[in-house]
């Protein structure tokens, strides 16, 4: 065991910012109380509002998945819609969310992170309102086809302003678990809509209900529009609340380390956290951040590229072996596996289960989820038959445990970045992570392609 831990010892070259040692004894003393002034304490409460941040990130992503029933009874008409309208949500999501990463990437002198959360929240809000109301309305297959793009290009833009703007923001807190919270409700938002959809089937799955399975539909879409606009509103109520409680503390800090230390080293401590405010900050490249970032950043992107590879193309497809109603044994098989992925990011909390500081190791984990594509092949894809004639395998081994990989993977690369890179570094790190997570997706979605056809 201690020859593997050698193996995975970052080199000397590699080592975490805050591990490196001082040149000079006598600096020992104001560095640390630099340190200790830049680290917020932990706070539950802080911790619970980027969990509900995280939720708001994906909810509206995940409102779409939980909509297809509805989507399909508005496509009925028109067959090349009907087949193709999800790989279109697919294309259009990811590729304008790496679009607008790449571009609030390379933003980041005059960035207001903040705004960038309050704008995407807002838009969010507003999108999903009007698609509320637009199952109220009648009109084509085609024109409500074109209306769903569009809807879905806002949404993708307000995902890349989130994601951009929260994982920089948290990242400026110098605290892993606020990143830990938003990957933590990314994974709640992932559980909660096909939990819904389950309940929804079995309970509206009566014979005699049938001739209102149209009416059913709109009404859960409806509902499904709604309920991502109040988780927006929340989410945006909460965002303020934190602003005005994070702005309180820097001033109370401030005020103490000026009292405590005239206006030496207090002075210097309250620069760095007045600087999230200010309109100017400095720019580090990209090229600068994956160098100092190398196993982390090709970790997260390794890792969701692996997942949008074989996650969505097989739970769709693979049924049951004994008999359970693919209306409800799909949405359960998407159930499980979010719930392991809710967990993997959950046990990250915890230091003793942290690799962190083995960043090569994560690297090495990641890539090794690709065993997981050869084991959706031993099962029933398409009802073809299966070589491990088990639900239990299939949901148990395969889905839980593919889930579990990628959000404890996920979470940890997330987390590890701001302990690679210097205090003014850690915004920039944040959302050069976000960029390299949602540059996963969309590899991960176009290679998913070449596995449509199995």
Request: charged share 15%; aromatic share 14%; hydrophobic share 50%.
């Given at each position: ?127 999903f309102t009007i698609l509320a109301i637009s199952t109220l309305v009648k009109t084509s297959a085609g024109v409500y086809f074109g209306f769903l ?44 809509p096909p939990l819904t959809q389950i309940i929804s089937v079995v309970v509206t799955s009566k014979p005699e209900q049938s001739a209102g399975a ?241």
């Amino acid at each position: 065991m201690d020859r593997i831990k050698r193996f995975f010892e970052p080199s000397p070259a590699y080592a975490p910012i805050d591990t490196a040692p001082h040149e000079e004894e006598e600096d020992d003393s104001s560095s640390q109380t630099l340190e200790d002034s830049e680290e917020q304490p932990f706070s539950w409460l802080e911790y619970s509002i980027f969990l509900l941040l995280g939720v708001a990130m994906l909810w509206a992503w995940n409102m779409f998945l939980a909509a297809a029933p509805y989507f399909q009874s508005r496509f009925k008409n028109d067959k090349w819609i009907l087949n193709h309208f999800q790989a279109a949500e697919i294309s259009v999501s990811t590729i304008t969310n790496l679009l607008s990463m790449v571009v609030l990437s390379k933003m980041q002198k005059n960035a207001s992170y903040p705004k960038r959360i309050c704008a995407s929240l807002v838009i969010n809000a507003i999108c999903f309102t009007i698609l509320a109301i637009s199952t109220l309305v009648k009109t084509s297959a085609g024109v409500y086809f074109g209306f769903l793009l569009v809807a879905i290009f806002a949404a993708s833009l307000s995902t890349g302003l989130i994601q951009n703007g929260l994982f920089a923001f948290a990242s400026g807190f110098g605290r892993g678990e606020y990143t830990q919270a938003i990957m933590t409700g990314q994974a709640v938002a992932g559980v909660l809509p096909p939990l819904t959809q389950i309940i929804s089937v079995v309970v509206t799955s009566k014979p005699e209900q049938s001739a209102g399975a149209a009416a059913a539909n709109n009404t859960s879409a409806f509902i499904y529009f709604i309920t991502a606009t109040v988780i927006s509103v929340l989410a945006l109520l909460a965002f303020f609340y934190l602003l005005r409680r994070n702005a309180q503390a820097e001033a109370l800090r401030s005020a103490k380390d000026t009292t405590v230390h005239g206006t030496g080293e207090g002075d210097m401590a309250a620069s760095y956290h007045s600087s999230a405010s200010t309109s100017e900050r400095a720019t580090v490249g990209l090229y600068t951040l994956f160098c100092k970032l190398p196993f982390l950043s090709l970790g997260v992107f390794t890792c969701f590229a692996i997942t949008m590879i074989g996650f969505p193309v097989f739970t769709a497809s693979i049924f049951s072996v004994s008999g359970i109603d693919s209306a409800i044994f799909i949405p359960l098989a998407f159930l499980v596996w979010n719930v392991g992925d809710l967990f993997g990011r959950l046990v990250t909390i915890s230091p003793k289960l942290s690799l962190t500081h083995y960043p090569f190791a994560l690297f090495c984990i990641s890539g090794a989820r690709l065993v997981f594509i050869p084991l959706y092949f031993l099962c029933n894809i398409k009802e073809r038959g299966a070589v491990v004639a088990s639900d239990f395998f299939y949901l148990f081994v395969v889905q839980f445990l593919y889930g579990l990989t990628n959000g404890y993977v996920g979470s940890e690369c997330m987390m590890g970045a701001g302990e690679w890179v210097g205090p003014e570094e850690r915004e920039a790190a944040g959302g050069f992570m976000g960029l390299m997570l949602v540059g996963g997706l969309t590899a991960g979605s176009l290679l998913s392609f070449a596995l449509g056809d199995v």
